[in-house]
């Protein structure tokens, strides 16, 4: 894992230093606290949502330090005084955090992330870490209904043009955990070792002569187990130039527009007519997963997704928010705290989670105990995972290992769940969620 | 204006590198071309866009080389052969690129950035391009509208938890240029020097033993000019609490919550019966354009967006597209080039770019002009502006006064827009785009 980006700690709004300040001065900074981050709902309609971000964020976390440039900014611009500069140059988080494990599959109010230090340390993490969870989550979470509506086929995230540079690596990465099998993102390549795909775009085919001469030359270059994209001009004459070229060892031919179900059909015919059963189509016009489910019984070899991918399919954030719901007194005990006032009421005190699950192994209820551990049954499985002790990171979250652990997980998880996590058609979460206190 | 990410070579699909490759080995990568990146329609019942990440992605195209780590991944993963890489490690962008300002607005077809060089140079910047330009130009249409519905009240950038961090910093830079008054995001405010503001939130009151401790904490701590939130448990109760502490110099108080208008007049009557009139009210709740419309003519100071600013108020991503349009052939003529296949044309040829304004200044027409610069009546403005030449950066377009001469721009070409591009309802672009030929 190649890390370019060391510098964390001003991913951070504003106020969460002013307060950090006011904290500080009134004498509550230390304050041992819980913070919850969760999702008060799905996205409209949303059957179940994807943890995606975790292993990134764990490693932001512990990067998260303010060295000159942060620090001068700050005195510099007066954001906080100079007891909170010292506070935080001396930074480093101390805590715990637990959590549900990346790829796991969540539900309303499921508690994805519980961070327990002091008030001061838990309060300035919050922008960051739900940067991190609502963007990933949110493309974890669509790709996860993509390649649940692909079936076997093989889907590529192919997205990177149509979101931030470094939203798009963070998209890749989360689109992999949630069953895709590779990406066209070189540098998530690089940082997270995903496999990384791609042959050539409609710009090669014009900048040659003839659509003849940029098959002739990507074929020389490539090899005949290349993807000829063939539908720059007339694409049932582009088959025909393919097949003509490349032989009956033609790797694949890709079609980026029209009707993609009719002309599935008319172009596996016509390799199959010329002898050609063994090139693969790979489609990629503007998918999203109802679109791939529409495809399910075309000729079609794999997607490519791309916008929809990137954008978390109509729903580009997760909505997690990260709350306090338990601080101690003076006396040191620890006192449930929530927001009172009207449409944004949370639930207050430190939550442990369980996914009861029937003796067949079957999902049934995402049961959420409020200061207590729910007891499991027999056949339940425990979901919270020791991700930060003491302030040391837990091995195995983070880097390469954890984005395969991820990607394990989410299928584990999406396998015990009843049927009906693959309906696309807008409902109710596949399982209730259910308080115990 | 401090860069912390200076590799971007690899925000690149692969079929970039892998097109490059067959081009070099073709021997048509040195073909002197023009790729064209616009957008073929406005997201759904826009009426203009505005061009945002043009500053900043002109400094990542500087950026834009092969180093080992690049070389050596690319290298290893057999991405591209030894004489893609040879051409790679000694990439530096050599040629034009010429574009529209940023914080100008745009309309379909809009030639918003033009790279003329080798196509070997042209492509591999496609992804980078679009990535930027994609995802910057979505927050500033949106931001755009926002501020349009605000009138002369100053909107807050505070969208940073719903997005990628690294996206967080790109739309409130983005937000900036069109009309926000200023960000919650610290690392926004350092790199562009774009102001930053935030006091406290929820977790602030529930921490200390009582709101009354919590509000004295916050003034002792950050003076009577300060916000308090007012929201946590009975706001009026709040209120009451907030003015005798503070008295009437407090700033201003937050409503995060509930009805947000009718809350404003209650706040508003409650302040000034108790000889709080100076003291502003914030509101924070979800707030998109149309909520902010919708509080016109409430007795707000001024509006805190996050969600929908950050996810481009229900178009996250422009929809630009790059496009190789011309290149040369054998004999040294550039010949215009498009895909012809159904539903995706592109208009050939290199475009220039005026907006027709009538004799009073006002804009009636994007007009386009296909390899020939179209004549200025007199009252007409040019739209294309040299940012690279000969691979070097005309000054003035990046950096902090790059976002200052954006904010600039986006102002003055708003003004002059027909006074329909305020109305937030569907409909059609405010001008319409013409070609010349």
Redesign the interface.
């Known amino acids: 894992m ?1 890390s ?2 060391s ?2 700690s ?10 950090l ?6 004498g ?1 900074a230390m ?1 041992p ?1 819980v ?1 919850e981050a969760f999702a008060r709902r799905l996205p409209d309609g949303r059957r179940y949502g994807v943890v995606g971000g975790t292993g990134r964020l764990l490693e ?1 976390i512990m990067n998260f330090r303010f060295e000159e ?2 620090l001068d ?2 005195a510099t ?1 007066q ?1 906080v ?1 100079q007891q909170t500069l010292d506070f935080l140059a001396n930074f480093r988080f101390s805590g715990n955090i637990y959590g549900y494990a990346e790829g796991e599959v969540y539900f309303p109010n499921s508690p994805i992330l519980i961070v327990e230090s002091t ?1 001061a340390e838990a ?1 300035i993490l ?3 870490i ?3 969870l ?3 989550s949110a493309i974890a979470s669509a790709a996860s209904r993509m390649t649940a509506a692909a079936g076997g086929r093989p889907c590529i995230e ?1 997205g ?11 998209a890749a990465r989360a689109a992999v955990i949630a069953g895709f099998a590779s990406t ?4 998530a ?2 940082r997270y070792g995903v496999p ?9 085919t ?4 003839s659509e003849r ?2 098959f ?3 074929l ?3 090899g005949v187990g290349t993807t000829l994209l063939v ?5 049932n004459e582009a088959v025909r130039t393919a097949v003509e070229l490349a032989g009956p060892e033609l790797g694949a031919v890709r079609l ?3 009707d993609l179900i009719a002309q599935a059909h008319e172009v596996r015919a016509l390799l199959d007519s010329l002898g050609n059963e063994n090139t693969r189509i790979v489609v990629t ?1 503007d998918l999203d997963e109802y679109a791939i489910a529409a495809l399910a019984a075309a000729p079609v070899d794999s997607y490519g997704v791309g ?1 929809s991918l ?3 399919s109509g729903a ?2 997760a ?1 997690m928010v ?3 719901v338990s ?1 101690a ?2 006396e040191g005990d620890f006192v449930s ?8 009421t949370s639930v207050g005190g430190r939550k442990y989670a369980l996914r009861r699950r029937s003796p067949e192994g079957r999902a049934v209820q995402e049961l959420i105990g409020i200061g207590h551990r729910p007891q499991d049954d027999g056949d339940d499985r425990a979901l919270m995972n020791d991700f930060v002790v003491n302030g040391v990171l837990v091995d195995g979250w983070t880097g390469n290992a954890g984005v395969q652990r991820a990607t394990a997980r989410h299928q584990a998880s999406t396998a015990e769940l009843p049927s009906s996590w693959r309906r696309l058609q807008k409902g109710e979460p596949v399982i209730p969620t259910e308080y115990e206190s």
């Open positions: 190649i370019i980006n510098r964390t001003l991913f951070t709004d504003h106020y969460e230093l002013t307060m300040q006011a904290a500080l001065h009134s509550r304050r606290s913070f932001g440039a942060e900014f700050l611009q954001v005084d008030f309060c919050e922008t960051y739900l940067s991190v609502n963007h990933d192919m990177s043009r149509r979101t931030h540079e470094e939203a798009a690596v963070a066209s993102n070189l540098e390549g690089l990384t795909v791609g042959t050539a775009a409609h710009s090669f014009l900048l040659h002569d001469e940029a002739q030359a990507q020389a270059s490539q539908d720059t001009y007339d694409v980026d527009s029209g016009s916008t990137v954008t978390g580009p954030t909505g990260y709350k306090l601080r007194n003076d705290v929530a927001k009172a006032a009207k449409n944004k």
